[in-house]
């Protein structure tokens, strides 16, 4: 079994920060990329932003110069620093971790239960 769990969420008002948290925990061999994802109502889950294990990086063009991902794999955390913060970027906020479980598996999407962030303008 494997479990994330996302802290950090919040309600800010514009051009404010936060940051959010994930650390993934359970039956874990290995863990290849971590990111964050969001959903806003009435729109489709998208990309924010991804990090490899090696700490390559990839943002969603909106967020770019704003957030920033990191991660630190001996802890098995991911965190999103977000500054500048916008109405737009109000959503839940999911964590996903692509996960290896055993010695030649293929690493299996897991997802946390997602973490509110509110931006009031």
């Known amino acids: 079994q494997v479990q994330l769990v996302e802290s950090g969420g919040g309600l800010v008002q514009a051009g404010g920060s936060l940051r959010l948290s994930c650390a993934a925990s359970g039956s874990i061999l290995y863990i290849n990329d971590m990111g964050w994802y969001r959903q806003a109502p009435g729109k489709q889950r998208e990309l924010v932003a991804r990090i490899s294990s090696a700490g390559r990086t990839n943002y969603a063009d909106s967020v770019k110069g704003r957030f920033t991902i990191s991660r630190d794999n001996a802890k098995n955390t991911v965190h999103l620093q977000m500054s500048s913060l916008k109405p737009e970027d109000t959503a839940v906020y999911y964590c996903?971790?692509?996960?290896?479980?055993?010695?030649?598996?293929?690493?299996?999407?897991?997802w946390g239960q997602g973490t509110q962030v509110t931006v009031s303008s």
């Open positions: 996903n971790a692509e996960i290896s479980k055993t010695a030649g598996s293929f690493p299996v999407p897991s």
